[in-house]
């Protein structure tokens, strides 16, 4: 079927697959419409940390996500794009929670390569959109081309990448318009204090488990800190760290890095320690969930 007969069958509709629907699973680049597959290699609550920039756009349902130590909460007709490097996870969805989805390196779309600053931009921040009338058509039109492309048995590639960059091209002015039709929130010392702390505890590989430290960074009181965080969020400074410690420790598990070197490089002084701690925040001792996640 050609691309223009597959754009003509979903005018006004969303994506909708009349055969199997499909899973295209690459190096440097994935193209998912069936959330299958995407629920295997993604545990429910699992931190990961992607090296591809990752789209999803909601066609059913909804789910909740962790992207960046902050919560989002997604239903049909949402996009959410997920920058590389960024720790995130599942926490949550219902039943018909249906995305489709493509991911894509750096290197892959030769993003340094281009010359459109806004665009790598975009790239680099999360963003959360509501998507309506003719914009979900035209961007769902894009994910049936790559199916298109990718159906093939020896796929243009270079006809791929153009596609993906369309569509960026396509987001990028959608992007702005929620931008600048979101309502303008009053931004107090505190509320700049609690986004500088997510920063300097989200560059961080393994987080500095002292208040202190983080006080002493941003140049203010362990006590303004802690009360900066927590009428943000609601949480206090030690539960972020403990979950980024947790999502550290996770990722050690996974690579069998050997418990006593992962308690020392996670500050938790030793293996007793470091059981301990991961059974109060998981419910689970290291081996069990290493077990279990298998």
């Keep these: 079927m050609e691309v223009q007969e597959i754009d003509n069958k979903i005018k006004n509709l969303w994506i909708l697959f009349s055969d199997?629907?499909?899973?295209?699973i690459r190096t440097d680049h994935t193209l998912t419409l069936d959330p299958k597959s995407f629920y295997h290699v993604y545990k429910w609550g699992t931190p990961v940390i992607?090296?591809?920039v990752r789209i999803l756009l909601i066609k059913e349902g909804t789910a909740k996500y962790t992207v960046g130590y902050q919560k989002y909460s997604v239903k049909a007709g949402d996009l959410l794009l997920l920058p590389s490097d960024v720790v995130?996870?599942?926490?949550?969805?219902?039943?018909d929670y249906h995305p489709y989805g493509f991911s894509f390196t750096h290197e892959f779309i030769g993003l340094d390569t281009l010359q459109n600053a806004q665009l790598?931009?975009?790239?680099?921040e999360v963003l959360h959109l509501k998507i309506e009338g003719e914009d979900i058509t035209m961007l769902s039109s894009f994910f049936l081309k790559m199916c298109c492309f990718l159906d093939n048995k020896n796929p243009n590639l270079s006809g791929f990448k153009s596609i993906i960059?369309?569509?960026?091209?396509?987001?990028?002015?959608?992007?702005?318009?929620?931008k600048y039709n979101a309502p303008p929130k009053a931004v107090t010392h505190r509320h700049e204090v609690f986004l500088d702390f997510l920063k300097l505890l989200r560059g961080m590989d393994i987080p500095e488990r002292s208040v202190k430290h983080y006080a002493e960074a941003l140049n203010v009181t362990e006590n303004y800190l802690s009360t900066a965080v927590k009428e943000e969020s609601?949480?206090?400074?030690?539960?972020?760290?403990?979950?980024k410690t947790v999502a550290c420790i996770k990722i050690y598990l996974a690579k069998d890095v050997p418990l006593e070197e992962i308690a020392e490089k996670t500050k938790l002084g030793n293996t007793s320690s470091l059981g301990r701690f991961f059974k109060k925040e998981t419910g689970q001792t290291p081996m069990e969930y290493k077990t279990s996640n298998k």
């Design 20 to 24: 199997a629907e499909k899973n295209y």
């Design 50 to 52: 992607s090296k591809e």
């Design 88 to 95: 995130f996870s599942l926490d949550f969805k219902s039943e």
């Design 234 to 243: 609601g949480r206090t400074v030690m539960q972020y760290i403990n979950e």
């Design 120 to 124: 790598k931009n975009m790239l680099n």
């Design 165 to 178: 960059l369309s569509f960026l091209y396509m987001l990028y002015p959608i992007a702005e318009q929620n």
